[in-house]
């Protein structure tokens, strides 16, 4: 971040938080993000590797080949850990990729419920709050009026 002769500081892109907050909020989000990314990841391999892991509800109206979710889960996890990575370094496109992965992410741990539901719960709402977090309001900052 840049500082201008007033002290404030402004993103490069030209674009600053509404609020510390939205700023603060971003970075929970990158941070969240990438420590999903991974532990969507970790579900992933262990859905490929061993079957007989997980033990699903009978007659779910979603029922899909563990094999198959754990390459979802591999696959959307190496996407969030990527976006999230971008997201530090102040990546612009990160954010929009952020929220659609994040959509994407909510998606496939609802349809996981009967595989891991208290896991696939927490990453709805993990989910929820990225999306809330990286769409927080922005202002343009004074330099890109310029």
Same mark, same amino acid.
């Given at each position: 971040?840049?500082? /201008?002769?007033?002290?404030?500081? &402004? &993103?490069?892109? #030209?674009? %600053?938080?509404?609020?510390?907050?939205?700023?603060?909020?971003?970075?929970?989000? $990158?941070?969240?993000?990438?420590? @999903?990314?991974?532990? $969507?990841i970790?579900? #992933?391999?262990?859905?490929?590797?061993?079957?007989?892991?997980?033990? *699903?509800?009978?007659?779910?109206?979603?029922?899909?080949?563990?094999?198959?979710? @754990?390459?979802? &889960?591999?696959?959307?996890?190496?996407?969030?850990?990527?976006?999230?990575?971008?997201?530090?370094? @102040?990546?612009?496109?990160?954010? $929009?990729? #952020?929220?659609?992965?994040? @959509?994407?992410?909510?998606?496939? /741990?609802?349809?996981?419920?009967?595989?891991?539901?208290?896991?696939?719960?927490?990453l709805?709402?993990?989910? #929820?709050?990225?999306?809330?977090?990286?769409? *927080?309001?922005?202002? %343009?900052?004074? %330099?890109?009026r310029?």
């Amino acid at each position: 971040m840049a500082s /201008n002769v007033s002290g404030t500081r &402004h &993103h490069q892109a #030209g674009w %600053e938080a509404a609020s510390p907050w939205a700023t603060s909020w971003t970075v929970a989000a $990158a941070v969240l993000m990438t420590f @999903g990314g991974i532990m $969507a990841i970790f579900q #992933g391999i262990a859905a490929i590797a061993q079957d007989d892991v997980f033990v *699903a509800t009978r007659d779910f109206t979603y029922k899909f080949s563990l094999t198959g979710w @754990g390459w979802v &889960h591999l696959i959307l996890g190496a996407l969030v850990t990527a976006a999230g990575l971008a997201l530090f370094r @102040g990546a612009g496109w990160a954010r $929009a990729v #952020g929220v659609a992965l994040a @959509g994407l992410s909510m998606i496939a /741990n609802f349809v996981w419920l009967p595989y891991a539901p208290v896991w696939s719960i927490v990453l709805i709402i993990i989910d #929820g709050f990225i999306i809330w977090a990286l769409c *927080a309001p922005r202002r %343009e900052s004074p %330099e890109s009026r310029a």
